[in-house]
């Protein structure tokens, strides 16, 4: 038989979000993949260079809506370098906290994805119930489940109570006795083990050669990890392990997580006991002076980098963007080579891909105001915009064209 | 800072003309400005022999009239050197590092789509991140592009 070439995407029912896969297929072997990627691509380095700095911390933390904790952190960080500021140490350990808080519920939210896409949806009720735990936390801590909006130039804009702080640590006690459970689950359950092992295999120095990044990379024994390699905020005062593992496959990336999820947790406990007095935040000028950064950030799924250029004025000169899905692609390409085509899904999911985060775009939906003012169509909340934009902005997009008329 | 001299010192002991425009911004970030003409041979010697191995990605900038390019590369010890080159806009070539670090792909094509790089060596591809159909001589990340006013389709 010839070799077959599948598309799956950009629309896809099995994708989460746009992105293309051409596979070419020997049987069920695959022999070659190609991955297109764009779709997602909003303009958000451009549109930054056109906000302020203050501005540019909320655009830039919906860049992904898992992590969006580690891109405003790796912003404000570059901002903050320049600015030649010192953030408050509560701050900097505030801001540490809800780092780890979101790594915790980005590696329970990938368990279950990894759960489903094997076909047991059981770990993925379970992981993601758990995970509402720490989105608790979260939205107390910062008053929103994603998006947080904690992080400003200079500090974080909330400070911690000694409730939240009781409150945080039965929480982390609660998950790390179910996390305790899911690592006995990865290590006992032989569906789970059969189904992973030498699946998407990933050589160490292939791993290194394509630059592999986060989980990824360290289930193929590379031991990175920017938290003690480049540490950031709080991470050179907190002791914890870089978890590593050998078996270069899926399995060895659940292994990962798993780990990493109870190193947040002795990460999280030792941020609240040593918790310094003090303010959180310092004032931050509203111009920034002319000077560039560069700036990295362990997020949950690997080395986030930011570079910010400043020009003395409010509004960056610019500012430049790498997630760690777009370091970890070209790995996916290699850990298909030669697997079967059942195992795509799982493959491509191991890696906690994000391609808004790869891509950089602001998602907008456009159909409802908040539940207190019901839905609104299309065309009043055109018309709505017009206005906000004609009264606050002193823009008129009236006159725009439509096409279609 | 100690290791971050001795790399200094051994960066200018082989390359003398960086002497000026190497600078240690803080500890674990170095920055250093390349005539575009000798890059090959500095990043060779920088990722070879200096082990530079982890890279990060390429920054690209409009700087009026010449675009320029920082290259972000790390150790794995954390300690960074952000390499710039700087080329005429009116003929913005550069060449591929994809030798070095497969990686780099993305990070070109980005910069080819985005500034209007010009990227020797680097074999054919489809383009990221803009679609398609967008028109080859609109570089969205140069300062002097501006968007359209947008056309909004209405529902029926």
Redesign the interface.
């Known amino acids: 038989m010839g070799k077959v070439t599948i598309p799956i995407g950009p629309q896809h029912p099995a994708l989460k979000e746009p992105e293309s896969f051409n596979i070419t297929l020997d049987g069920e072997r695959i022999v070659y993949m190609n991955v297109k990627l764009g779709y997602n691509h909003r303009g958000i380095e451009k549109a930054c260079e056109e906000r302020t700095f203050i501005q540019d911390i909320y655009l830039v933390e919906r860049i992904c809506g898992i992590c969006s904790h580690s891109h405003s952190s790796a912003f404000v960080q570059a901002v903050e370098e320049i600015a030649g500021l010192r953030v408050p140490k509560r701050g900097l350990y505030m801001r540490t906290l809800v780092g780890e808080l979101e790594r915790v519920h980005s590696h329970l939210l990938w368990l279950g994805v990894a759960g489903h896409e094997i076909g047991f949806d059981t770990l993925l009720m379970y992981t993601w119930r758990d995970r509402e735990i720490v989105m608790d936390v979260l939205a107390m801590l910062t008053g929103n489940r994603v998006n947080y909006g904690i992080n400003t130039i200079g500090g974080v804009r909330r400070d911690i109570t000694r409730e939240q702080t009781a409150d945080i640590l039965k929480a982390v006690d609660v998950l790390e006795e179910r996390t305790k459970y899911y690592i006995q689950v990865a290590s006992e359950e032989v569906t789970l083990i059969n189904r992973l092992s030498t699946v998407g295999t990933l050589a160490h120095d292939d791993a290194v050669h394509l630059g592999a990044v986060g989980p990824t990379a360290r289930a193929s024994n590379v031991d990175r990890d920017i938290r003690r390699d480049d540490p950031y905020a709080a991470y050179g005062e907190v002791q914890f392990k870089v978890i590593t593992d050998t078996h270069n496959d899926v399995y060895g990336r659940t292994l990962v997580r798993v780990g990493e999820l109870m190193e947040s947790y002795a990460i999280i406990r030792q941020l609240l006991k040593n918790m310094p007095e003090g303010p959180v935040v310092v004032k931050a000028p509203r111009k920034i002076p002319a000077g560039e950064a560069f700036s990295r950030y362990e997020a949950p799924r690997g080395e986030d980098v930011h570079y910010v250029k400043a020009n003395g004025s409010e509004k960056p000169e610019r500012v430049k963007v790498r997630a760690p899905t777009l370091a970890n692609v070209q790995a996916v390409a290699k850990m298909l080579e030669n697997g079967y085509l059942a195992d795509v899904p799982i493959v491509i999911a191991a890696i906690d891909p994000c391609f808004s985060c790869t891509d950089r775009m602001t998602v907008g939906t456009a159909d409802t105001r908040g539940i207190d003012k019901g839905t609104i169509d299309w065309k009043s909340l055109r018309a709505y915009s017009i206005d906000w934009y004609r009264t606050n902005r002193g823009i008129d997009f009236s006159k725009v064209k439509i096409s279609g008329k | 800072m100690m290791k971050e001299e001795s790399i200094r010192q051994q960066l200018v002991k082989k390359f003398p003309i960086l002497e000026n425009t190497l600078r240690i ?2 500890e ?2 170095m ?1 250093v400005d390349v005539p575009a003409a000798r890059f090959m041979e500095i990043f060779d010697y920088v990722v070879k022999e200096m082990h530079f ?5 390429i ?3 409009d700087e009026g009239v010449h675009l320029s390019f ?1 290259y ?1 590369l ?1 150790l ?3 300690i ?1 050197l ?1 390499i710039k080159i700087s080329v005429p806009k009116a003929d913005p070539v550069i060449k591929t590092v994809t030798g070095y ?3 780099a ?3 070109e094509r980005e910069v080819m789509d ?1 500034l209007g790089a010009k990227v020797e060596g680097l074999p054919e591809g ?6 398609d159909d967008w028109p080859l001589n609109q570089h ?2 140069r300062k002097d ?1 501006k ?1 359209e ?8």
């Open positions: 911004q803080r674990r970030r920055w191995i982890v890279f990060c990605t920054t690209g900038l920082i972000h790390a794995e010890n954390g960074m952000n670090f497969p990686a792909a993305l990070a985005l489809g383009r990221y991140p803009l679609p969205p990340l592009w968007p006013t947008p056309t909004i389709t209405e529902e029926k």
